[in-house]
């Protein structure tokens, strides 16, 4: 059977590549430079690059799919900016008995030290293992069933884009393939704690101080 063509309109080649942020129907390309070439115009459309306040990671996907992308999908709160009613909205739209806390975890952006993700879960007992949710959270802990992912920050700190897409949340989910959580939000919180009583920048690295006493 021969491949749909290449979505690049003056490509002729076979479209064996997919996007592999997009939902399906896939966007079709021949190679990178395709895709790359194609980007400026597919961002607009793409379901990977559209940004919204809150994001489910679900422990599997619907489709049976092993792709983490198809695993992170859009579930825009109007409720959103404020725990109690976003713990109220996820309650009632995913029929949890309970939003708790899941963890949070920082962005694979070093830069971004003022805000972090926030993971509610469902408080139903024998839900299986999110195994995205458990390696991003800031502490070891398992993080069971589907969780809702939000941007929050510490208080005093409220200058970070709300909405997000999932490529970038897919990028911090994949960065935690290798990074180490709870040393990422140990340092992250140190640099953030640093700029703001202004020692420099692996002062806190160096003399081995802990966020402790100001998480
Ligand atoms: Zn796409
Ligand atoms: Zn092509």
């Not at 975890?105 to 195994?131: E, R």
Request: include cysteine; charge should be neutral.
């Amino acid at each position: 059977m021969p491949a749909e063509p290449c979505s690049v309109t003056a490509c002729t080649n076979p479209g064996t590549l997919t996007c592999s942020i997009c939902d399906q129907p896939k966007t079709r390309y021949c190679s990178a430079a395709c895709q790359k070439q194609d980007w400026t115009t597919h961002k607009r459309t793409c379901a990977g690059a559209q940004k919204h306040n809150c994001f489910i990671i679900r422990t599997t996907a619907p489709n049976g799919s092993t792709n983490p992308a198809d695993r992170i999908e859009p579930f825009p709160l109007s409720a959103y900016g404020n725990w109690i009613v976003e713990m109220k909205e996820l309650q009632q739209r995913l029929g949890w008995p309970h939003a708790d806390e899941a963890g949070k975890f920082y962005s694979h952006q070093a830069k971004d030290n003022h805000w972090y993700y926030y993971m509610y879960a469902s408080s139903a007992p024998g839900l299986p293992v999110n195994d995205i949710a458990t390696r991003c959270r800031h502490h070891a802990r398992e993080v069971r069933g589907d969780v809702a992912v939000v941007r929050s920050g510490p208080e005093g700190f409220a200058s970070y884009e709300e909405t997000f897409c999932r490529m970038e949340l897919l990028k911090t989910v994949n960065y935690y393939n290798t990074a180490n959580s709870s040393e990422v939000f140990g340092q992250r919180e140190r640099s953030r704690f640093g700029e703001r009583s202004g020692f420099p920048p692996g002062f806190l690295d160096a003399h081995g101080l802990t966020t402790m006493h100001f998480s």
